[in-house]
């Protein structure tokens, strides 16, 4: 087994347990995101995947933005809970991700030559979005993942990274109990939120 192998499997390993704790609602799934997002810039950067190294690096800070988030953020002087967007909040965040996903497609493939590049910036722009949501804890962020997880599995399977297009397959199924887990403890408050 070369070192590409190894760190793409420590990189599994630390993400299905970061996605895992923050079902949760761990702090410490941070720690786990952390490490292994770093790990991804490399292998993605090595692949010819411009928008997913991008994205593991934003993966990196929002590691970091999340553990502060979470230990810190504050809503009404009372510890960050569980909320929900507004469908109007959802429809500009989706109309935003798809431009955005557009203007990175062609940047990709004119001046980075990346391997199918609009499919990449599709996951890399509504990535950047569901990430935020969880920092947030945005209820329907898992909806998002879903989605996202569903063509990263295409991606990373194209490009010979299969161990990787199967850990996004568990991603997928651990989204859908992400979510039933989230809404249940939601249910109690049903907390809304415009931003």
Known sequence: ??????????????????????????????????????????????????????ISLFYVFMAVYGWWQWNFGKRKDEKLKLAEWHTTHHVRAILLGFVFAG?????????????????????????????????????????????IDAFNIYLYWNRGLEPTAGLYVLYTILAVFGFMSWYKEWKKDRRFLHA
């Open 103 to 147: 203007a990175l497609g062609i940047l990709f493939e004119m001046i980075f030559d990346s391997a199918m590049p609009y499919m990449d910036a599709f996951t890399t722009s509504f990535s950047l979005i569901a990430t935020f949501m969880i920092t947030r804890k945005i209820l329907s962020n898992w909806l998002y993942w879903i989605v």
């Open 1 to 54: 087994m070369d070192v590409d192998s190894i760190l793409e499997y420590t990189a599994i390993i630390l993400a299905f347990l970061y996605v895992i704790l923050a079902a949760r609602e761990s702090i410490w799934c941070w720690y786990p995101a952390f490490i292994s997002s770093g790990i991804y810039v490399y292998l993605t950067f090595t692949a010819n995947l411009i928008g997913e190294s991008f």
